[in-house]
């Protein structure tokens, strides 16, 4: 494991980016490397990097073993073309 250089992770965070001290604390030295341009993140996402994230990662079709809505729809939500609630909890009083 590497160590930290702190006094310098300090300086440029509060003096070069101009953080304060709270919101300094609360990134991971990562954020930090990352808002001051000194790592590279991952880049944009290419064709390559796509097909690759759809090999590990493919859809499944609704109403498969895997799929857990069976194709159905939300019991939560209405039908299309279903009137809207009225907004009162409950029947008549």
Do not use: C, V
Request: charged fraction near 25%.
């Amino acid at each position: 494991m590497t160590a930290l250089d702190w006094p310098a992770l300090m300086r440029l965070g509060l003096r070069q980016l101009r953080l304060h001290p709270r919101d300094f604390w609360a990134l991971t030295p990562a954020e930090l490397l990352l808002m001051a341009g000194l790592e590279a993140g991952a880049g944009p996402l290419t064709r390559d990097r796509l097909n690759d994230l759809a090999a590990r990662y493919p859809d499944t079709p609704k109403g498969t073993p895997h799929d857990d809505t069976n194709g159905l729809r939300s019991p939560n939500r209405r039908p299309r073309g279903a009137p809207r609630p009225s907004g009162r909890a409950g029947g008549a009083i």
